[in-house]
């Protein structure tokens, strides 16, 4: 008898445990359609007052395409560049410029350029509430990364300060 009240006594006990550990659903902070559009605008304003041209991406925490422009005179394989770079920044939470110093000076890191979805060229930028990522941005046709680069980060110290 004191055997089997012993072995109720664990099954609650069990019991309970496994109630009081049901798994929760995350909160994340996500990139809107609203943020998108705004971070577009702002990154194209940024490439025209310097007297360039672009395209450019956003994508959300999971790497989809949220928002996507393109002026009309630059080349269309920018667009896809763009998104690339966005998911590389995402993906690697690391400014692709960055990203891509770091793997071409580690030989462990040499096949990352090997990775259709990635890549390695300036114009990605994370982008971040606090310590969360939650999107990229990519800029593409700007007349090389650093300009590319350059305007998404002039749109995002001006949409998300805190972006550090």
């Given amino acids: ?15 309970a ?9 995350v909160s994340q902070q996500n990139v809107s359609l609203q ?4 971070l577009l605008d702002s990154t194209m304003a940024a490439c025209h007052a310097d007297g360039r041209t672009a395209a450019v991406a956003v994508v959300d925490r999971g790497g989809n ?8 005179n630059v080349g269309p394989h920018n667009t896809i ?18 990203f891509g110093e770091r793997a071409r000076s580690n030989p ?11 890549l390695l060229l300036g114009g990605g930028v994370p982008l971040r509430m606090g310590d969360e990522v ?8 700007a007349g090389g990364a650093e ?18």
């Avoid at 445990?17 to 659903?25: G, L, N």
């Fill in 65 to 72: 395409l949220i928002a996507l422009q393109r002026d009309d």
């Fill in 134 to 141: 939650i999107g990229a941005i990519g800029v593409a046709g």
């Fill in 81 to 98: 560049a763009a998104q690339r770079k966005a998911y590389t920044a995402l993906s690697s939470k690391t400014p692709t410029r960055l």
């Fill in 17 to 25: 445990q496994s109630m009081a550990a049901t798994p929760q659903p």
């Fill in 35 to 38: 943020l998108a559009n705004a």
């Fill in 1 to 15: 008898m004191r055997i089997v009240s012993l072995s109720l006594i664990g099954l609650a006990l069990a019991s």
């Fill in 147 to 164: 300009n590319d680069e350059a305007c998404a980060n002039q749109a995002i110290a001006q949409l998300l300060p805190s972006n550090r």
């Fill in 108 to 118: 462990d890191a040499a096949n990352l350029n090997t990775f259709d979805q990635l």
